[in-house]
């Protein structure tokens, strides 16, 4: 099945460079033949402002420690599409892939992550915790209070580590995933060796939140700060004041900068998780192999990574890549049709 779109957007006069589409022996990387296969599209687009700037009225829901705000778009009886966004992100990044599932029969739920939007702690006694265990388990809860057995989990950024470590954790609650940059799920000793300097110039913002005036810094700029993420993160993508305030009004969560801050700590080993999600980050850290169903995804973020390889053996079962040329981090709303279409299709890998 394919995704279509009644408006002719310039993202879809880019030209198809290349597509290699077949059954692709990946024995190489140690994913098994018969279960699996690789498919590299390779697609020129440019980004525009979205087709759709509003979700219907949000919901909200008791679920685990959060009463979570989402949007919600196809028919209740669909199957089940969990959208997950990343930093600094929201659910807008999805406003245009939402209604392209729905379409085809999907029920899409689109949820603000903890510390963002209208999702709020129920107690103010819990811990601003940002781990990744304590996201996934979020979402989690969250399927478990909208009575979701499974779902097919989509993400980028902290939405596509979440939903790699779902896929890890509790395979029976995914159908499939489609997950950006690939294998995300962090090992926090493999983090404790240092770069390339060239790559460690990437990940400035991790050092600057490991200080005080980092976090001084951020809660005082939120607004210009994730506008320069979204600019280096994209540098092809323009989009205009409207697009990016829209999701900036998620950041005055009151919790926003407590979880972020606490979220690149962790990873550095700079701060502690909770003890109640440490046997589940025992086992994230020994880089579990992921079997679910899975189409990856990679773009002009993820530089010579972009072709897949050093994650590939990281998927056991059915398994496709594709790459987005012209795009930057933030996929869906850059890219929302080839988003869509390869949610459908790992529906049917």
């Known amino acids: 099945m394919s995704i279509t779109s009644s408006q002719n957007r310039s993202r879809l006069l880019g030209i198809m460079l290349s597509a290699v589409v077949g059954a692709l022996s990946l024995s190489a990387s140690g994913c098994k033949e018969a279960h699996s296969s690789e498919l590299a599209v390779a697609i020129a687009t440019t980004g525009t402002s979205p087709l759709n700037t509003r979700f219907g009225p949000l919901k909200q829901i008791n679920a685990g420690v959060l009463s979570v705000a989402y949007a919600e778009a196809g028919p209740a009886d669909g199957p089940v599409v969990l959208l997950l966004h990343g930093w600094p992100y929201d659910i807008y990044s999805y ?43 979020d979402m989690i809860a969250l399927m478990d209070a909208l009575k979701v057995q499974q779902a097919i989990v989509a993400g980028y950024d902290w939405g596509a580590r979440t939903a790699d470590i779902m896929a890890a954790l509790w395979p029976e609650r995914c159908k499939a995933i489609v997950s950006v940059s690939g294998y995300l799920i962090t090992n926090l000793d493999a983090n404790k060796r240092p770069l390339p300097p060239q790559a460690e110039l990437g990940w400035w913002y991790q050092y600057y939140f490991s200080t005080e005036r980092g976090r001084l810094g951020y809660d005082e700029n939120r607004h210009d700060f994730a506008k320069l993420i979204w600019k280096n993160c994209s540098p ?60 990856t995804i990679g773009s002009d973020f993820d530089g010579a990574a972009a072709n897949g390889a050093p994650y590939a ?37």
């Open 236 to 295: 092809k993508w323009s989009f205009d004041d409207a697009t990016f305030d829209r999701s900036a009004a998620s950041f005055n969560n009151p919790d926003h900068v407590a979880i972020v801050v606490h979220n690149y700590r962790w990873r550095l080993s700079l701060a502690d998780g909770e003890a109640q999600y440490a046997e589940l980050e025992k086992r994230l850290n020994e880089g579990p192999v992921i079997a679910v169903p899975t189409i």
């Open 95 to 137: 406003v245009d892939v939402a209604p392209l599932l729905a379409a085809k029969g999907y029920r899409v739920i689109v949820p603000y992550m903890r510390g963002y939007g209208a999702t709020r702690f129920l107690s103010s006694e819990t811990f601003r915790n940002g781990e990744q265990a304590a996201i996934a388990v």
């Open 313 to 349: 053996n990281k998927f056991s079962g059915k398994y496709a890549h594709r790459i987005l040329n012209g795009i930057g981090h933030d996929v869906p709303q850059e890219a929302p049709e080839a988003f869509a279409q390869a949610i459908v299709d790992v529906d049917h890998l």
